[in-house]
């Protein structure tokens, strides 16, 4: 298995793109409308955030979860005990955002947001007549005006050489909601599992955007589309004095969206919290 690049602007991207994405669980594009400059800003900017102490004025809030999570709360992944090496701050347009940060990442948010919507009608597409009957409403109305939606920008820290035994920046992992749109990270690291059961990297030119599936996609496909598991794992050499950025949007339906005979989005979400011992 190998992940290839396809170029957002050739005839054939929607397809190529939904047969990856089938085939590996990802789908890494090139050519894409995302502004680049944009994102190297963000990098940027929030570099200097999480270098600074006024991040611990924005400690997250456990009933909204918008704000600061430090390195010692951060998550554990599902089925683990170590801790993953990063610490992160969530973004939600109707959440605390430093003034400072405000325009640059909420334009991200929604530049973001518009191309998601259009990769999932690439999906509804390209999904096959018995497996889209089961789709409750459109896919991108999913996600319109979802309140749900969370931009979750990671700053995993230099090595310092006392982490703890077995940790990794984040452990192996599904991500729980619909679909993941990510730019390339600034530092490479973010590996996925094939189903040799082999890690391959997921190719992180900069300006490449990588989309993933998540649980709630596999749930409202059947396990069509399969939601692959992933992990960034840690730097080795001279670049274990970096750090390293990253710009997850992980798109969530509506609460009340019908994903299964089973679950809601929100039914399904409030189980996987639970599981986690977030909430
Ligand atoms: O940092 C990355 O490249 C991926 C992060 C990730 O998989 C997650 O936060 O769910
Ligand atoms: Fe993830």
Redesign the pocket.
Known sequence: MKLETIDYRAQDSAQRFVESLRETGFGVLSNHPIDKALVDTIYEEWQAFFNSDEKHDYLFKPETHDGFFPADVSETAKGHTVKDIKEYYHVYPWGRIPDSLRENILRYYQEANALAEELLGWVEAHTPAEVAVNYSIALPKMIENSHKTLLRILHYPPMSGDEELGAIR?AA???INLL?V?PAANEPGLQVKAKSGEWLDVPSDFGNLII?I?DMLQEASGGYFPSTT???VNPEGADKTRSRISL?L?LHPKPEVVLSERYTADSYLMERLRELGVI
Do not use: I, K, S, W
């Open positions: 984040a992992h599904e991500d993941t990510l993933n998540g992933h992990r960034v997850p992980f």
